[in-house]
């Protein structure tokens, strides 16, 4: 018999009583159950009192204490303040509502942990699996790549480090930035979400290069100033390689001018990218299938399942029309990664191959049981839904005297202020951003805010499956009561 000396290996992270464990795992499901079901119950959303606070700057623990007492924690401190953003009165940025169906699938997820990168197992066909989906959701042609990544910034990024591939396929990995010896740059629209001007940092290329086009009345990228600004931009020597349109602008959600940008870069060789975070998935809806034909024509789509999707976080998803040119990209096989004939190390590439990650999880899975669970019939009907209900709230603005709309509502996003005539913009400005607070803290509703042509709006934006129109309604009339509160003071 072998003798094993070590004395400690009886340490596991594993339960000393599984029985008991269970019992308190019952108790959290229940507990998260009841709460889901009765969030409407709740505040949208109340401030963490300094109790809080304080509770999360306690020394690193040293020694452990019972599972139980630390979930009392979680009781007391942490559930109670919440984002809000699963609550049926948030209309708060782009955020996802979740699901009781996406919690159990993230709790899948975790118990098996596989790590989705390569390996002959069922977790990697299941990631295979939900990047066709996400393909035939948006009408993407069948030979094109894929990638499940955190969210819509690594989205983007992806797709902008695949279009600065394609300009010198032999070099740039090499040479980087340099390579080819004259500066690149890319288009957007003065519109566009940030994070593309961080991936623009993160390439190298610096925001110099990105090159903000101006909007027209719509919010939509002027197609004329464009080709203005590529003509200088080509005679002044520099290479404009990537024009970036957004479905679904951040500020107001409008649609840029698709199919004419596909035009445009066909008829000039630039690589065309699409930010749809949350507007590409729109394209399931009847009415927007015009507006968003030209998704099939992009070389790469960045979009987000966490937002109309209503999936727990994270999950985004980024599609690339030249699968080769996509793998050229990333590929690197090290030592340690070589796939084999049989045996664990085969099966699918190496997911590694296709994008900036290497250790992943297993966030296929709540996509996968989600679209399979409710169909992309019931999908439309949603993203339907919140469109039907914004365009209720655009119209509900332009009817009341004291609000007014500061943009054409457009999708799923509506931007208004109370103005009862007679103050100046400094004061308006002033006015509505208090009562974006104070419907805040006195929990009627959350709303965002943003700036349009120098205006602070209040911007109410909705991928919410639990909205209904009378929370819309209680949105106005919380406005109008706080807009006439303060403005009477
Ligand atoms: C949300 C959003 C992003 C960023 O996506 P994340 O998932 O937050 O990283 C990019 N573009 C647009 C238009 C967005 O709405």
Not at 92 to 118: D, F, R, Y
């Amino acid at each position: 018999m072998t003798h094993h000396p070590n004395s400690k290996e009886s340490l596991t992270f594993d339960p000393s009583d599984w029985q008991e464990f269970g019992q308190l795992a019952h108790r959290m499901l229940d507990t998260m159950l009841d709460y889901l079901q009765d969030i409407r119950q709740q505040p949208v959303w109340q401030k963490p009192p300094q109790a809080v606070k304080q509770h999360f700057q306690q020394p690193l623990p040293l020694e452990g204490q019972s599972l139980e007492s630390v979930y009392e924690e979680f009781l007391t401190y942490i559930l109670p303040y919440p984002k809000g953003n699963i609550h049926p009165r948030f209309f708060a940025w782009v955020q996802t509502t979740g699901t009781p169906l996406g919690m159990l699938a993230e709790m899948l997820s975790a118990g098996m942990t596989p790590n989705v990168t390569i390996g002959d197992h069922a977790a990697m066909y299941v990631d295979g699996q939900v990047v066709d989906w996400c393909k035939q959701l948006l009408g993407f042609p069948p030979q094109g790549s894929g990638l499940l990544v955190s969210g819509g910034s690594m989205a983007n990024l992806t797709g902008l480090l695949v279009a600065r591939q394609s300009v010198d396929r032999e070099r740039i990995r090499q040479q980087g930035v340099l390579a080819g010896g004259k500066q690149l740059v890319l288009y957007a629209s003065s519109e566009a979400h940030s994070c593309i001007e961080k991936a623009a940092e993160v390439m190298g290329l610096g925001t110099d290069a990105l090159r903000k086009v101006p909007v027209d009345d719509q919010y939509r990228m002027d197609l004329e100033q464009l080709k203005r600004m590529l003509a200088q931009d080509w005679a002044r020597g520099v290479h404009p390689f990537c024009l970036i349109g957004s479905a679904g602008t951040v500020n107001t959600g409008a649609i840029d001018p698709l199919d004419e940008m596909a035009d445009l870069c066909e008829q000039n060789g630039l690589w065309f990218h699409v930010d749809g975070a949350f507007g590409a998935l729109a394209k399931v809806v009847p009415a927007y299938q015009g507006q968003l034909a030209a998704l099939e024509r992009a070389d790469s789509v960045a979009f987000d399942l966490h937002k109309w999707l209503s999936l727990p976080y994270e999950v985004g998803c980024v599609l690339i029309k030249d699968a080769a040119l996509h793998r050229e990209t990333f590929a690197l096989t090290p030592n340690y990664l070589l796939n084999h004939e049989r045996g664990l190390a085969a099966g699918p590439d190496s997911i590694s191959n296709y994008g900036i990650e290497l250790s992943r999880g297993f966030k296929a899975l709540k996509v996968w049981m989600s679209l399979k669970t409710f169909g992309v019939a019931h999908l439309t009907g949603i993203i339907s839904q919140n469109i039907e209900q914004m365009a209720y709230l655009s119209r509900r603005v332009e009817q009341e005297p004291m609000l007014e709309l500061l943009a054409p509502a457009s999708l799923n996003i509506v931007c208004y202020r109370y103005n009862p005539g007679g103050l100046s913009t400094q004061a308006l400005n002033t006015l509505n951003k208090e009562i974006v607070m104070q419907l805040q803290e006195r929990a009627i509703a959350s709303s965002s805010s943003t700036m349009l042509k120098g205006q602070y709006a209040i911007r109410a934006a909705s991928v919410n499956h639990r909205t209904r129109l009378s929370d819309m309604d209680a949105l106005l009339e919380g406005t109008l009561l706080i807009g006439s509160q303060l403005h009477t003071q």
